[in-house]
């Protein structure tokens, strides 16, 4: 049977790569995001800012109402909360303007859409996958509200764990820095600092989107029934890294 994907972020780098990867293996996906992507178009597209979302009930339902016609009765089997908001300020106090868009986005939206769609998500213990941060644990200056609502959101995933049981699996994956096109470009004037991000990593490279996306797919295998309120570093080990002078 097609199993019925929704994936929040869906047009940014690593949310195409999670739509790309379900796609590819038959799955119907739902993207839902600002705006739609050209290259990778998801079977069926919700355009929404999570923001709104959180601000307007009005919205929240009409997207529920969205969803759940696109999936009809079989249910939701995945939903990838993948949409993220950052903000990066090292002068405080940073505008509350800014904090609170990141907590709307990056925590409260996720706790509404897994809570407004439990009952279809519960049809056959459908699969949440949270994607979190590094940063929820280590962070560096100027990153506060990112780290901080990204804390929330690990919080969040073991919580829901315990509240749903057995009805719905809930993980959360934490990535160190990831590949995406945003991060690249932001180094094309200055390689050097780029290898220097590298060479953090004990394995001298980071992460890239199709990893991130690979990791969320395997999570969702029926097989892996255990795994329920797990938050999984992907960082490749960096989070393990002292970086005190020799």
Do not use: W
């Not at 279809?120 to 590094?134: C, H, K, M, P, R």
């Amino acid at each position: 049977m097609t199993r019925k994907i929704l994936v929040t972020g869906s047009s940014g780098a690593i949310g195409k790569a999670i739509v790309k990867l379900f796609r590819s293996g038959g799955d119907f996906v739902i993207g839902l995001d600002k705006s739609l992507s050209e290259d990778v178009i998801p079977d069926h597209f919700i355009k929404a800012d999570l923001n709104d979302l959180v601000l307007s009930e009005d919205c929240l339902a009409n997207i529920i109402g969205n969803i759940t016609s696109a999936v009809g009765p079989q249910g939701l089997d995945v939903l990838v909360n993948n949409a993220a908001y950052q903000y990066v300020d090292r002068t405080h106090p940073i505008p509350v303007g800014e904090i609170t868009r990141s907590h709307n986005i990056n925590f409260i939206a996720p706790y509404l859409l897994i809570t407004s769609l439990a009952e279809i998500l519960a049809v056959d213990v459908g699969s949440v996958v949270n994607i979190g941060s590094v940063h929820s644990r280590l962070t560096k200056t100027g990153f506060f509200a990112y780290a901080a609502t990204k804390a929330a959101l690990a919080s969040l995933t073991r919580s829901l764990a315990i509240d749903y049981g057995d009805k719905i699996r809930i993980n959360c994956i934490e990535p160190a820095s990831v590949a995406t096109p945003m991060l690249l470009e932001g180094f094309a004037q200055n390689p050097g600092a780029r290898e220097t991000l590298e060479s953090y990593h004990p394995q001298g490279r980071i992460s890239t989107p199709q990893e991130v996306a690979g990791l969320v797919k395997m999570i969702c295998d029926p097989a892996l029934g255990s795994l329920h309120g797990a938050c999984i570093d992907l960082s490749g080990a960096v989070a393990s890294k002292l970086h005190d002078p020799a």
